[in-house]
C-alpha cells in the first residue's frame, strides 16, 4: 500500500470490533479520533454484511480468534482495509480491571488508528487452505481423544493391583482385553469398543490426508523427502505457510511457528527460558514430534541428526528435550528451505564438506 493510500485512509473510519461468540461490540472513530458510533452486532455473516455494507472504506481492527477467519474474509470483501491483531500483543485489555467488549472495542480502534504496527497484524490462510487443514486438526482431536482413553483404562486397572500389557496405541483395544480384569469388564470393554472405533477412524483420515497431499499439495514430497517427516507433518507444514517467499530469511520461520527460546537477558545474565510457543500449536507439536525421532535410536544418519545428538550430549537436566525443541527449529528451516528452493535433499551433504565419515550407499 502505498504513502497516498494510507494516508487517504487515516483520514477516514477506523472500526474496533470485539468479536464475540453471540455478539460483536463495534466502534467507529473518525479521522480525530472521536467515537462516532457504537453498535453491537450478531456475529453472524448476514449481520456483518448489511451494518458494514453501509459503512464507507474504514480500517478495520479485529483480534485473530475463532470468527475472524470468516469476518475478514467478509470484510476485504465489502471493501474494507482489516488488520488482523495477534492476541498476545493485547494483553492492556486481558490485564484490565474495567475490562467489557465496549472498552475492548475502543481499544482496539485506537491502537489500530494510532499505528497498527503496534498489534503485530497477523495474517489468515485462504478458505481452501483452512477447510483442508480442518481435516488434520479432526484427527489431532481424535488422537487425544483416544489417548486420554487409554490413560483411563491404565490407571483404573492399575488400581485393582494389576496391569495391562505395552503395546501401541492404535493395536491397544486388540492387545489388551483379555488383561482386563473381570471386575472391571462391564466398564472398561465399552471404552475399549470406542477406544478401537477411534483408531479406525484415525486410520481413514491417514488415508484421506496421504491422498491430499499427493493429488491437491505436490510441494509436500518435497518436504518429506527428510525420512522423519511424513505426509501429516508435510502438509500442516504447507497448508499452515501457505507460501514459502513470506519470510524473508528462512530461519525467521523457526521464531514464527513459537520454537525459538525466549530472550531476558540483563546485564551479564542470561538465563535459559522456555520457547516462544507462538504461532501454530498443531504444527509445532508434529515438528517436535520428528525431532524427537531423528535423533531418536530409530533414526536416520543425517546432518540433522549428528547436531541433535552433540546438542544432547552436553548433559544438564532436560538436556535432550532441549535437543529436541532445537532440531526441530532447525528442521522448520530445513523444510522452507527445500519448499522454496526445490531442492532434492541431501542428509550428510554438511557432513561431507567437513570430510567427516559419510556412508555409501549400499
Known amino acids: 500500500m502505498d504513502e497516498t493510500t494510507t494516508h487517504r485512509l487515516e483520514e477516514k473510519l477506523t472500526v474496533g470490533v470485539d468479536l464475540g461468540d453471540r455478539s460483536s461490540q463495534c466502534c467507529v472513530l473518525d479521522a480525530a479520533g472521536e467515537v462516532l458510533e457504537e453498535s453491537t452486532l450478531p456475529t453472524t455473516q448476514a449481520a456483518f454484511k448489511r451494518w458494514f455494507s453501509g459503512k464507507e472504506r474504514a ?105 495391562l500389557p505395552r503395546c501401541s496405541t492404535d493395536a491397544f483395544a486388540r492387545k489388551v482385553e483379555s488383561s482386563v480384569p473381570d471386575v472391571l469388564r462391564p466398564a472398561l470393554l465399552p471404552v475399549l469398543t470406542v477406544i478401537s472405533a477411534l483408531s479406525a477412524e484415525i486410520r481413514q483420515l491417514d488415508r484421506k490426508i496421504d491422498a491430499l497431499a499427493k493429488d491437491a499439495y505436490p510441494d509436500t514430497s518435497l518436504l518429506s523427502q527428510v525420512p522423519s517427516v ?42 535459559q527460558l522456555r520457547i516462544t510457543k507462538a504461532g501454530d500449536q498443531l504444527l509445532r507439536g508434529l515438528l517436535v514430534e520428528c525431532a524427537q525421532h531423528t535423533i531418536g535410536p530409530l533414526g536416520a544418519d543425517s546432518d540433522l541428526r549428528r547436531w541433535g545428538l552433540k546438542l544432547a550430549e ?44 559419510v556412508p555409501t550407499p549400499s
Open 59 to 163: 480500517r478495520v481492527i479485529i483480534e485473530a480468534g475463532t470468527h475472524s477467519h470468516w469476518t475478514s474474509r467478509l470484510l476485504n470483501e465489502l471493501g474494507h482495509e482489516v488488520i488482523i491483531a495477534n492476541p498476545r500483543m493485547l494483553r492492556f485489555i486481558y490485564g484490565s480491571d474495567s475490562k467489557n467488549d465496549k472498552a475492548d472495542a475502543a481499544y482496539l480502534a485506537r491502537v489500530g488508528k494510532l499505528d497498527p504496527g503496534l498489534l503485530k497484524p497477523v495474517s489468515h490462510r485462504s478458505e481452501a487452505a483452512q477447510a483442508d487443514l480442518v481435516l488434520i486438526r479432526s484427527r489431532d482431536a481424535l488422537v487425544h481423544s483416544r489417548a486420554s482413553l487409554v490413560t483411563h483404562a491404565r490407571a483404573l486397572v492399575k488400581v485393582f493391583g494389576a496391569r
Open 314 to 357: 552436553r548433559g544438564g537436566k532436560n538436556a535432550k528435550k532441549r535437543a529436541a525443541v532445537a532440531v526441530a527449529r532447525k528442521l522448520s528451516v530445513l523444510l522452507l528451505h527445500l519448499w522454496g528452493t526445490g531442492e532434492v535433499y541431501e542428509p550428510l551433504r554438511d557432513a561431507a564438506r567437513r570430510g567427516e565419515p
Open 230 to 271: 511424513g505426509n501429516l507433518t508435510a502438509l500442516a507444514y504447507v497448508l499452515t505457510l501457505e507460501d514459502p517467499s513470506r519470510f524473508p530469511k528462512a530461519r525467521v520461520v523457526g521464531s514464527y511457528l513459537g520454537l525459538r527460546p525466549r530472550q531476558k537477558d540483563s546485564g551479564d545474565k542470561q538465563p
